[in-house]
Every structure is written in C-alpha cells, then in structure tokens.
C-alpha cells in the first residue's frame, strides 16, 4: 500500500501513514491521485478498485480494508 501511495506522492514521508492518516486532508491526494493509487493497486495485486468505491476510501486504513476484504473474496 505504502508504495501505491508513494508512487503518486513521492515526497511523502511514509513515517506519517498510519490507518488513521486522511488520504485527502492529511496527505493532500485528490480525485486523480486515488485513481492513479487505485491502478497502481490493481497492478501490483490483481484487484480492481471500482471507480464508485474510490470516492469512500477517506484513510490509509480504509484503504487496507478494501483490498483486504477484496483479497479474501476473491481467493
């Protein structure tokens, strides 16, 4: 995850993403960067994260849990 996210925001120092961290406010991404995170994800994984779940992702943790429950339905 981690890495997804610093691939659109490289200067982040990745010390502050803890499950907490608001992946707008907190970390400054907008709508193109969560979609540039989504696709490097779905590289790196195989999962897709549909456009329309995107929108609801607000933390790094919401972030994890997506891909985790996607991991376990789709296993």
Known sequence: ??????????????????PATDLRSEIGLDSIDL?????????RTGFEIPEAAISG???????????????KTEA
């Open 1 to 18: 995850m981690r890495e997804a996210i610093l691939e659109v925001a490289p200067d982040l120092d990745v010390e502050v993403l803890e």
């Open 35 to 43: 979609l540039n995170i989504a696709a490097a994800i779905q590289e």
């Open 57 to 71: 992702l607000e933390t790094v943790g919401d972030l994890i849990g997506f891909v985790a429950a996607r991991s």
